[in-house]
């Protein structure tokens, strides 16, 4: 009976004084928590669906065999080839010279038997550069990374492009070796108008088999992979070699004599090739 007749405290006034004013604001403030819960969860829902979906889209290369990237490739090739006259001969490793092989690492992936996959120094350049130049490009990509957009990607940039890239070229270096890449990249690689690996650039260029490619023919064919279609205008039907690609060539160059590939002989008398106007000839 006491407790009944209990009389309120100043708290107990305070509180039933304010509960009007709170009754509505508390009221919204639930809907707002109700409303950010869903918000939440719908977020969670579609990072897993989007997260499925981009795995979902990569092809299994663990599963693969190295028979069956070079199935997929040759496809690709045959598909490329379907409105040209041209043909394509895939040309084992053993049966290219190594010094065309070295020729096309140190000109588009010098440290490509160091790397896994992706050399991170290579994008942050690419990233440095971009930001001086103001522009969004995406540079610093491997050997690795190209025979990936070569064998299963589209030439579109874009960044979901790039993480699919990313994401495949792992799993090649992974499970298949540094030669096997090889391989595919030099069978794969543009080289001029409808014109795909090195057995066919060596011949159409210099009329040889890629086993009779030295070092200084290597380097001129690794100068038209930046821009094959161009360059094979430039530099072999209007003779025009600019002073950026007798750089890039002498870098080729100096990079083997370096690496020992070539003899202090052989750099020398490789690296006035370039200025010979009719080297190669025309076929």
């Not at 069956?68 to 040309?91: D, G, I, P, T, Y």
């Not at 270096?173 to 030099?186: H, P, R, T």
């Amino acid at each position: 009976m006491a407790a009944r007749n209990k009389k309120p405290t100043r708290l107990d006034k305070i509180k039933l004084w304010l509960s009007p004013f709170l009754a509505w604001p508390m009221r919204y403030l639930n809907r707002l928590v109700y409303f950010l819960g869903w918000m939440f969860l719908s977020f969670l829902l579609l990072i897993g669906t989007g997260l499925w979906l981009f795995f979902s889209s990569l092809p299994d290369v663990e599963q693969m065999t190295y028979s069956e990237l070079r199935q997929q490739a040759e496809v690709r090739l045959e598909s490329k080839l379907k409105k040209s006259s041209n043909s394509h001969h895939w040309v084992e490793l053993k049966n290219i010279n190594r010094d065309l092989l070295y020729a096309v690492v140190m000109a588009e992936d010098a440290r490509f038997f160091q790397h896994q996959g992706i050399d991170y120094s290579a994008l942050l350049d690419a990233m440095v550069a971009n930001i001086k130049k103001g522009e969004t490009r995406f540079g610093g990509s491997t050997l690795s990374q190209q025979t990936v957009k070569n064998l299963f990607l589209t030439p579109q940039q874009s960044y979901f492009r790039k993480l699919q890239e990313a994401f495949i070229t792992r799993n090649l270096e992974q499970n298949f070796s540094k030669n096997e890449i090889m391989e595919l990249y030099l069978n794969m690689a543009e080289f001029g108008p409808d014109l795909y690996g090195v057995g066919d650039a060596a011949r159409y260029y210099f009329d040889k088999k890629p086993t009779g490619i030295n070092a200084a023919e290597g380097a001129w064919l690794a100068l038209m992979l930046p821009s094959p279609r161009r360059y094979h205008y430039t530099l072999y039907q209007n003779r025009n070699v600019t002073s950026s690609l007798k750089r890039k060539y002498q870098r080729i160059l100096q990079g083997m004599h370096q690496s020992s590939y070539i003899s202090s002989v052989q750099y020398r008398r490789y690296l006035s090739m370039i200025n010979q106007v009719n080297w190669p000839k025309k076929t």
